[in-house]
């Protein structure tokens, strides 16, 4: 498996992982998570960015969602980024084209439900990536 970081995925559904999540501030000084999302398409690793705040209540209920993690009764922000790393979800990504460059952008967070892959790295491995 060929680890590239510099790959745009085409516009579709993808089985990814987050590799890693990371609570930052945003230039404009409000709290954030930063994740990168990994898929593999045709052998490749492609590293998908994406970004949370708590503005972002909706995205936030989603992704809780589909990662299992009960929601609360207002809509609210209290995800933190270690119950994100290593979990599974189906993505939705659209193509986007920023300062002339393509990238992926999620559009959607979905459950997934099937049988995590047999070659995937479970939290208690090292993760080659």
């Known amino acids: 498996m060929k680890y ?7 516009a579709g559904r993808y089985l990814a992982k987050c590799k890693s ?5 945003s230039k404009s000084g409000s709290d954030m998570i930063e994740m990168i999302w990994t898929v ?10 994406s970004f949370l705040t708590a503005k972002m209540g909706w995205i936030i209920d989603q992704l809780k969602s589909a990662l299992g993690i009960e929601l609360g009764t207002e809509r609210d922000s209290d995800i933190t980024a270690e119950v994100l790393v290593g979990k599974y979800a189906l993505i939705d990504v659209e193509c986007d084209q920023y300062r002339d460059q393509m990238q992926n952008k999620i559009v959607k967070y979905l459950p997934y439900e ?16």
């Open 21 to 25: 999540a990371v609570e930052k501030l």
């Open 40 to 49: 593999e398409d045709g052998g490749n690793v492609i590293e998908v960015k």
């Open 114 to 129: 099937g049988q995590i892959p047999e070659n995937a790295v479970t939290p208690n491995q090292e993760d080659p990536f």
């Open 4 to 10: 590239q970081r510099s790959n745009v995925l085409n």
